[in-house]
């Protein structure tokens, strides 16, 4: 029987060019990711915090959120972790590091209370 030899082709070395993978919006994971970082800076509301607003009928215009938000933000940037929130019409506890409004209170319910496990507070007034 007759051996038959082979001899590879030599291919030319595969190279990696120093692109970053992109989407279909032609950007790259880290820029869609820093993105959608930035464009939740909005709160989230706990149930049990939502069901306090609903029940005691508390009602936060969009300004008096937009005026919290940035203020949660400005006190996330200080190193707070939960914060009470006071406006006109209600007390928010607030977890600065989860961007989360744990609990709220009308203004006629905070009256003699005490606020634990918080280490800021932030006061808006209209």
């Known amino acids: 029987m007759e051996k038959i030899r082979f001899n590879p082709i030599p291919l030319p070395p595969i190279t990696v060019k120093d692109k970053k993978p992109v989407n279909s919006n032609g950007k790259s ?21 939502n069901d306090r607003l609903s029940e005691r009928r508390i009602t936060i215009t969009d300004s008096q959120w937009k005026k919290v938000e940035e203020k949660v933000t400005e006190a996330k940037s200080k190193g707070i972790k939960d914060s009470l929130v ?4 209600a007390a928010l506890i607030v977890s600065i590091k989860n961007g989360t409004v744990i609990t709220a209170m009308g203004a ?5 209370h005490i ?8 006061i808006l007034n209209d």
Not at 29 to 49: D, M, R, Y
Not at 108 to 112: S, Y
């Open 29 to 49: 994971f880290s820029e869609e990711l820093n993105g959608a970082i930035t464009q939740t800076n909005s709160l989230k509301i706990s149930k049990h915090a």
């Open 115 to 122: 606020f634990t496990d918080i280490d800021g507070t932030i």
């Open 86 to 89: 006071l406006l006109d019409q």
């Open 108 to 112: 006629q319910d905070i009256k003699e």
